[in-house]
């Protein structure tokens, strides 16, 4: 019985095997192809690779050939009546108004298409597409137009015209080839696998154009992040990536050995520790934007490889960092629309979440609405740690609330707390975190807001500052949007003596097993003992950011590179 339930699979197996090995013998056929077009260019003096494209005039860009005739583009046509508007005259150019001017031009070629004596190549630069218009006794290199294949680079002299349909193209008087590529391009509906996109990059950037508006927003976003903290009189540093102990934030990190100096060495977890040193030497307000490293788990939200701003501001507190942040944010999704306005259009046109207003909720209190929301007693934390809790009546009351709590991770974290701090923190994590985005809307219930938990216990927050007015909490924020926590900051703790106590804390975790703590840093500490004035620090994550701005559901795919297994032949 167990085999004829077993020959299906082997028959799908050894059918998409089959599939694999059929395709892999055509795409060798193509590559045997294309190597051999690079041949007859070889043999007839010419270099399939060619490197000498700075010689004569120089390349027009395709956006910059198109600007150059924006006073040509025609009127809308109009579509039969009560059908939808006709073609736009965003894409449509007048024959008549385009001035014959010579331009040389170069590009990935993206399609190829012959109708008779005519042939169109469609190219593709850094700033968009144009066409070439390819006619027989027009262009010398006819006849070899079928040595080009899509993928290849080639450049073209021409001239400036628009087809009888309104298209803007180059009328090709001189063609040659700048590089063959020996591997197909997929077409736009076959290159959708998700791994494979993730592996070759290089490909997903050519064959989805959605992919690279979403790194050019990221790169709109760091350079509008530096604009910002430059116009304060911040400075942008550089701190060291391999450190000699683990601090800077409670997780597991990188390990690496120094062969010169024989020493085992961590990568960075933060820059926070060095960055505060340079406050105490005088630079008040100091920034960075730093690669880290941190050895845990894979998610759409984590990659063990990442990108975080963090800045540190003298004579400032957690509450102006609130104010900055809020006005850092739209100040950065202002900047994206700018130098993307139709893909950021398409993007705030999707969000779920508004910037207009941010919502600023002490911990202890969003706790307690959030039990009374749910219809469960205030001191839940407190007897699923004792183990004295009905959990089975408080799931069924929570779920009638539209609340489905994790109580079997829940009640192991709270077994594990060692302070009424920790516990409220746990308590927090399982029944106030995930339910932010219900909890907090705009008036008008559409959209979710901002939120801004704010006044941790101090035994979840080793760097930070103590309320003078509460010492079991300190002047902590962490930024939710849309369910996503965005930033971490705080005013900092600046006492040595307090920060020696906290390091010695730490370390008595890790003596008991504990992975994700920090190291005691002496160096550190003497700094402090030089005297840190007040001062608030700050730390986002670049990734998330961009994840939220471009509406991305995966870090992965706001990571140009990100980490995958080895690839097999399997």
């Not at 590009?107 to 070439?132: A, C, I, K, M, N």
């Not at 959708?192 to 993730?198: A, L, T």
């Not at 007015?469 to 600046?494: H, K, M, Q, T, W």
Request: hydrophobic share 40%.
């Amino acid at each position: 019985m167990s085999q004829q339930k077993d020959r299906p699979n082997d028959k799908k197996t050894e059918r998409l095997a089959k599939e694999a090995a059929e395709a892999a013998r055509a795409e060798e056929t193509l590559i045997a192809t294309r190597k051999a077009k690079a041949a007859r260019l070889r043999a007839r003096g010419e270099n399939p690779f060619a490197n000498d494209v700075t010689a004569g005039e120089p390349l027009a860009e395709l956006a910059a050939v198109r600007a150059r005739f924006d006073g040509a583009r025609a009127a809308a046509e109009p579509g039969p009546e009560g059908a939808s508007p006709g073609r736009s005259a965003s894409d449509r150019y007048d024959p008549a108004r385009v001035e014959p001017l010579p331009f040389r031009v170069a590009g990935r070629v993206l399609f190829v298409r012959s109708f008779g004596g005519v042939t169109f190549v469609r190219l593709r630069d850094r700033t968009g597409e144009l066409q070439l218009y390819c006619e027989q006794g027009s262009l010398a290199e006819f006849e070899r137009l079928e040595e080009i294949d899509l993928g290849d680079f080639v450049e073209a002299h021409g001239v400036a015209m628009a087809t009888q349909k309104g298209e803007l193209s180059i009328r090709a008087e001189r063609l040659r080839l700048l590089t063959k590529a020996y591997r197909p391009l997929p077409t736009k509906t076959s290159f959708k696998d998700v791994e494979s996109r993730y592996r070759m990059r290089y490909v997903d950037l050519v064959a989805n154009p959605h992919v690279a508006g979403v790194f050019r927003a990221r790169s709109a976003i760091v350079a509008a992040l530096r604009e910002f903290l430059d116009a304060r009189g911040f400075l942008e540093v550089e701190t060291p990536t391999m450190h000699t102990l683990v601090g800077g934030a409670a997780a597991k990190p990188f390990k690496t050995h120094h062969n010169a100096l024989d020493l085992e060495l961590f990568m960075r977890i933060a820059p926070e520790l060095f960055l505060k040193r340079l406050v105490v030497g005088g630079f008040e307000r100091v920034y960075e934007i730093a690669r880290c490293y941190r050895n845990e788990g894979l998610s759409t939200r984590h990659n063990p490889e990442f990108t975080m701003l963090e800045y540190y501001q003298a004579y400032a507190t957690y509450e102006t960092l609130m104010d900055a942040t809020e006005a850092m944010l739209r100040h950065v999704d202002a900047r994206l629309a700018e130098r993307l306005p139709a893909e950021h259009a398409a993007w705030a046109a999707g969000r779920a979440f508004s910037l207009e207003r941010f919502a600023r909720v002490p911990m202890a209190e969003g706790l307690a609405s959030a039990l009374a929301k749910a219809g469960l007693p205030a001191d839940v934390p407190q007897r699923v740690a004792a183990d004295d809790a009905p959990i089975k009546e408080w799931a069924k009351a929570a779920k009638a609330s539209g609340r489905e709590i994790d109580w079997t991770n829940f009640r192991a974290g709270a077994k594990k707390c060692e302070s009424p701090g920790e516990l409220v923190f746990c308590a927090y994590e399982y029944v106030v975190e995930p339910f932010l985005t219900k909890d907090y809307r705009t008036e008008a219930g559409d959209k979710s807001v901002p939120v801004f938990i704010i006044d941790y216990p101090f035994e979840v927050s080793p760097l930070a500052r103590k309320k003078d007015s509460d010492p079991s909490l300190v002047d902590r924020f962490e930024l939710f949007i849309e369910g996503r926590e965005l930033c971490n900051a705080f005013s900092e703790l600046n006492d040595p003596e307090d920060q020696d106590a906290r390091f010695r804390a730490q370390v008595a975790k890790k003596s008991r097993g504990e992975e994700e703590t920090m190291d005691y840093d002496a160096d550190y500490v003497r700094a402090l003992e030089h005297g840190l004035p007040p001062t608030a620090g700050f730390g986002m994550g670049i990734d998330r950011l961009a994840m939220l701005l471009t509406g991305a559901t995966s870090i992965r795919d706001v990571i140009l590179f990100p980490l995958l297994r080895p690839e097999t032949d399997a």
